[in-house]
């Protein structure tokens, strides 16, 4: 079920956001939930070449496999940065 939220914009901002939407034919509120998707799966997410160096680095391999295994004993600490 589709959510409701409240966003405090400045009057620059809301008018951004305006023309922005406008320009590609969409709602503000399609726009924003766009972008920020978008965002987060650029944030979140490698590409598949960025897959591949990761899986043929042996090193790199071996310590995230070392880190999972303390993860689920539950050693270390998380580090936020």
């Known amino acids: 079920m589709p959510k409701t939220i409240t966003l ?3 009057d620059e901002e809301y008018e951004k956001l305006s023309r922005a939407a406008g320009s590609v034919k969409r709602s ?6 766009f972008l920020a998707l978008q965002k987060l799966d650029e944030e ?38």
């Open 8 to 10: 405090r914009l400045s």
């Open 28 to 33: 503000i509120s399609n726009l924003i939930s």
């Open 44 to 81: 979140s997410f490698v590409d598949e070449i960025e897959m591949e160096e990761i899986l043929a680095n042996p090193v790199l391999m071996k310590r995230l496999k070392r880190g999972a295994k303390e993860i689920e004993k539950m050693k270390g600490s998380f580090v936020d940065v």
